[in-house]
């Protein structure tokens, strides 16, 4: 199995969010793009999974270009994905979300389901069992028919990882897992993404989390502008100059940010000063 | 100690016999309902063919959540197949039970031919869509004079026949939409717990996310269309053979949005809810014939009051069959 992006351009009118981006993804590995806002990680996330069109170039699961199908075809050939955003099935049960997204195979046998009880109760049961195996693993078992809206916010990134994972995916998107949770849920997820690595699967995650990303990824894509700034091992990453700047912006630039977060601590501080003095007034 | 458990198994054995009496309080009104006069028995006539229609529409509205405001497109569909099929219209006479798949496929068809223009339409614009289909199909009926009779409909349809039986009276229909009520209902309830029925729902929650996960939305979509459409034929199709006449006046739009209030009254996405909507909406003006002119207002207040009292419908979507079936089963 291969994926790659070959040559990418995506226009939005005049802005280029993407210009001529080459990317090539083994098997096996855990990849991550990074880069400041605005660089063009989530659009990238967009194009590969059908949400946008892609103005140039291919993006190619093994060898076949994804353009042309539908987003429901891109699933369908193995490539699952999370939102930036937490999209569930709110008013579905944590089970249910699983489940539905085992349909693609399933609606097939929708007649024999309706018509003949006893297999209905055995395509249940199967269905049932996969979907806890895996809430299980999530440590979302417990929470199997609550509605997908009234887990917490660390859970519903879990079911919504899990629900990507159901038709086990040659190709999995992960756009920000991390964003939201807590350092404790960050490293939990960490654990678990690690254990999804397959030789047969590509990962690819989008992070802001630098802690994460190092520990996690076998090899990191630098965005910036657009454009491919850098590629290599999370130490290479580091070591790395431009990604640097980049990131931070330069020295001189470094040095005004740390004065203007003094000036802001110095600045909540007074604030608290004289909420104190207006209580005690 | 011994008095406490006497009590809660006194109380549990009461609570057992209430529920008994529950069930055989529904099952004696069921099975005796013919056996009183024939005006309650056309009224129980009357809620099954709104149960039949809103268990059609609620698929499109409260399972797939697209709101359909020209639902009566497809019960005149199913009910103009029998009156051109079986009448003397065309010199055709065709056997009942021989129409009513036919009427039910037709309304099919129609149901799939409103859905594909309307595929990427949601909420209002898909309201403002199919009410404008509901209507088109009444007019072409009411000016396609050669083929439907026009505004004058098509009379003389025959009586239809069970196994060799004639069904004329109030009391035969009453069995025969009883019957495909509960099949119907059951095969409904089966679609909604199978992977299709978890499909319409993910749509409905989150079309682009169903699509992500590799839901295919127009199938999915045009199948709910396509089955609820159905089910309106097949209403439509008794309706025909039990009034033996029908014309455009039976299909305006404000049947659809009887039907559309059935449902949301009720309980959308809930067949309990469906079922206790139209037993309330028909029966309810029927009760109100004591005001006399002011029926229809004080049938307005009544809905209007609900709407504001029960949000959710009268059986909301979490008390659905499964629900029901353990309160009352459960020790």
């Not at chain 1, 806002?37 to 990238?44: H, P, Q, R, V």
């Not at chain 1, 042309?68 to 699952?80: E, N, S, T, V, W």
């Given at each position: ?48 999974a059908g949400s946008y069109s892609v103005t140039e ?225 | ?32 309902m013919p056996q009183a006069g024939l005006y309650y ?50 010199g055709i006479h065709l056997p009942f039970l021989v ?233």
């Open positions: 199995m291969s994926f790659a992006f070959d040559h990418v351009t995506k226009r939005f009118g005049s802005v280029v969010a993407i210009g001529d981006v080459s990317m090539e993804f083994e098997p096996g590995l855990i990849y991550a793009i990074i880069g400041p806002n605005g660089a063009g990680k989530s659009t990238l996330v967009n194009m590969a170039g291919q993006i190619l699961l093994d060898g076949r270009p994804l353009q042309g199908l539908k987003k429901y075809q891109i699933a369908r050939a193995g490539l699952a994905r999370t939102y930036q955003n937490i999209r569930l099935f709110d008013q579905m049960t944590v089970l249910e979300n699983l489940e539905v997204a085992l349909s693609p195979t399933e609606l097939r046998h929708t007649w024999r389901e309706v018509l003949v009880p006893p297999y209905a109760t055995r395509a249940a049961a199967r269905r049932r069992a996969a979907c806890l195996q895996l809430l299980e693993e999530f440590g979302l078992a417990d929470m199997a028919d609550t509605h997908a809206e009234l887990l917490p916010y660390g859970r519903q990134r879990m079911l919504e990882i899990a629900r990507a994972l159901i038709s086990g995916p040659r190709v999995l998107l992960l756009d920000e897992p991390a964003a939201g949770l807590n350092s404790g849920e960050t490293e939990t997820l960490k654990h678990r993404l690690l254990r999804l690595r397959r030789p047969d699967r590509v990962m690819i995650v989008i992070e802001h989390d630098m802690e994460l990303v190092m520990s996690l990824s076998d090899q990191i894509y630098v965005l910036h502008h657009g454009a491919l700034l850098f590629c290599g091992s999370p130490a290479e990453v580091q070591a790395n100059r431009e990604v640097q700047e980049a990131y931070l912006g330069t020295d001189d630039d470094l040095d005004s940010i740390r004065e203007l977060a003094r000036h802001r601590r110095a600045g909540r501080g007074l604030r608290h000063e004289t909420g104190v003095v207006a209580h005690h007034a | 100690m011994a008095s406490v458990s006497v009590a809660r198994s006194g109380f549990r054995a009461g609570r057992v016999l209430a529920r008994a009496l529950l069930v055989g309080a529904v099952l004696a009104v069921l099975l005796l028995v056309r009224l129980a006539d009357d809620v099954l063919i709104y149960v039949l229609l809103a268990l059609g529409l609620n698929l499109v509205i409260g399972y797939a959540g697209l709101l359909d405001l020209g639902f009566v497109a497809f019960y005149a569909v199913g009910a103009y197949s029998y009156a051109l099929l079986a009448s003397p219209q065309f129409i009513l798949p036919i009427g039910a496929a037709l309304a099919a068809c129609f149901g799939i031919l409103l859905g594909i223009p309307v595929l990427p339409l949601r909420g209002d614009y898909l309201a403002i869509v199919t009410l404008g289909f509901g209507e088109i199909i009444r007019i072409l009926l009411n000016n396609m004079d050669a083929v439907t009779g026009g505004p004058q409909g098509v009379m003389m349809i025959d009586v239809p026949r069970l196994a060799g039986y004639p069904l004329i009276s109030p009391r035969g229909f009453y069995w025969l939409l009883l019957g495909i009520c509960i099949i119907v209902g059951t095969l409904v309830l089966r679609l909604e717990r199978s992977i299709l029925g978890k499909a319409w729902a993910a749509i409905r929650e989150d079309q682009d996310a169903a699509r992500g996960i590799g839901i295919n939305t127009v199938r999915v979509k045009l199948a709910a269309f396509a089955i609820s459409a159905s089910i309106g034929g097949l209403a439509g199709v008794i309706f025909a053979s039990f009034q033996r006449y029908v014309s455009p006046e039976s299909f305006t739009f404000n049947e659809s949005i009887l039907i559309v209030l059935i449902i949301v009254i009720g309980g959308v996405g809930n067949i309990l809810g469906v079922i206790t909507g139209a037993i309330a909406l028909i029966v309810l003006p029927e009760l109100l014939r004591g005001v006399a002119e002011y029926r229809m207002m004080a049938f307005g207040f009544v809905l209007a009051a609900l709407i504001v009292l029960r949000p959710e419908g009268l059986v909301p979507r979490s008390f659905g069959p499964a629900r029901l079936a353990r309160w009352l089963f459960a020790p």
